[in-house]
């Protein structure tokens, strides 16, 4: 799937043969914080979204707190031929419920223009409470 989606941003085919070693080695790290769902029509996928589960630091006095967690939810793609046909709202919802069945305190994310009304009807909205410093 991500290489689907370079290649739909590249309009080819991308010649990279290192790149399925390279992504399997970044999976094995980052599995850990990770959730990831996949869609799949049959045996072929054809969507992806993971969420990165962050958790906040202990406080003192409060051993029997369970450490609050928070997610940010990434790399949300559909296949191109597949979209809109709700295959994005199902991997969206799946995360979504997650959340909630976990507790986590929020999710975040950072939507392309195109897709913020996808997210709206998932129940984000736009916040003023969190800072970005954009670096070139
Ligand atoms: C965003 C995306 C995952 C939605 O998947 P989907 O299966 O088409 O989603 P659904 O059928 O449940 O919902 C369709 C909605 O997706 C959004 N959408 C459709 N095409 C899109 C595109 N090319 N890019 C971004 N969002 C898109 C729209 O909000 C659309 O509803 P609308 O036309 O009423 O506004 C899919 O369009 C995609 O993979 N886009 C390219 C990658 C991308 O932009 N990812 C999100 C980055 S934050």
């Given at each position: 799937?991500?290489?689907?989606?370079?290649?739909?941003?590249?309009?080819?085919?991308i010649a990279d043969d290192g790149?399925?070693?390279?992504?399997?080695?970044?999976?094995?790290?980052?599995?850990?914080?990770r959730v990831t769902w996949l869609?799949?029509?049959?045996?072929?996928?054809?969507?992806?979204?993971?969420?990165?589960?962050?958790?906040?630091?202990?406080?003192?006095?409060?051993?029997?707190?369970?450490?609050?967690?928070?997610?940010?939810?990434?790399?949300?793609?559909?296949?191109?031929?597949?979209?809109?046909?709700?295959?994005?709202?199902?991997?969206?919802?799946?995360?979504?419920?997650?959340?909630?069945?976990?507790?986590?305190?929020?999710?975040?994310?950072?939507?392309?223009?195109?897709?913020?009304?996808?997210?709206e009807r998932a129940g984000f909205?736009?916040?003023?409470?969190?800072?970005?410093?954009?670096?070139?």
């Amino acid at each position: 799937m991500r290489r689907a989606w370079a290649e739909e941003q590249a309009g080819q085919a991308i010649a990279d043969d290192g790149f399925e070693a390279r992504f399997g080695a970044w999976f094995e790290t980052e599995a850990d914080h990770r959730v990831t769902w996949l869609a799949e029509l049959g045996e072929r996928p054809v969507g992806m979204l993971n969420m990165l589960v962050f958790t906040r630091m202990p406080r003192p006095r409060h051993p029997n707190d369970k450490p609050a967690q928070w997610g940010y939810v990434a790399n949300v793609y559909v296949d191109r031929a597949r979209r809109d046909a709700g295959v994005g709202r199902v991997l969206l919802a799946a995360a979504t419920s997650y959340a909630d069945e976990t507790g986590l305190a929020r999710l975040v994310l950072s939507p392309s223009e195109r897709s913020v009304p996808f997210y709206e009807r998932a129940g984000f909205t736009t916040d003023t409470t969190l800072m970005v410093r954009h670096v070139r």
